[in-house]
């Protein structure tokens, strides 16, 4: 079972940019499929991006997908998160999940399992984000 930890929040502008990572440490990065969630003050988790295993698939929530990239690289056990054009609505904690029970097409875009919270076992402590107007 990974760890995960967090980081790259802080407080940016709007219309700024912020690359969010989140190392993996212990298990096999490689083999889970990886994902970013917010919580904003007041509301529950929210899913923003998945990758699979090897990063060749990528989904994002609707409102999101045109200006937030999901990355990861094995080698280094990350995945990023480049946020850019950002909006004051960004504000929120980011968290990273990890889940290694399944292979990644057990995720798929008609099932949505990728979006659900409770399709992940393995969760970092979060990094605050804020962007200011």
């Known amino acids: 079972q990974v760890q995960l930890v967090e980081s790259g929040g802080g407080l940016v502008q709007a219309g700024g940019s912020l690359r969010l990572s989140c190392k993996a440490s212990?298990?096999?990065?490689?083999?889970?499929?990886m994902a970013w969630f917010c919580q904003a003050p007041g509301k529950g988790r929210e899913f923003v991006a998945y990758i699979s295993w090897n990063g060749d698939s990528t989904t994002y929530a609707d409102s999101l997908k045109d200006r937030f990239t999901i990355s990861r690289d094995n080698a280094k056990n990350t995945v990023y998160l480049q946020m850019d054009s950002m909006e004051p609505e960004d504000t929120a904690v980011y968290y990273c999940?990890?889940?290694?029970?399944?292979?990644?097409?057990?995720?798929?875009?008609?099932?949505?399992?990728?979006?659900?919270?409770?399709?992940?076992?393995?969760w970092g402590q979060g990094t605050q984000v804020t962007v200011s107007s």
């Open positions: 999940a990890a889940d290694g029970r399944y292979r990644s097409i057990y995720y798929t875009n008609a099932n949505k399992r990728y979006a659900y919270d409770s399709s992940y076992t393995v």
């Open positions: 212990g298990g096999t990065f490689s083999r889970h499929v």
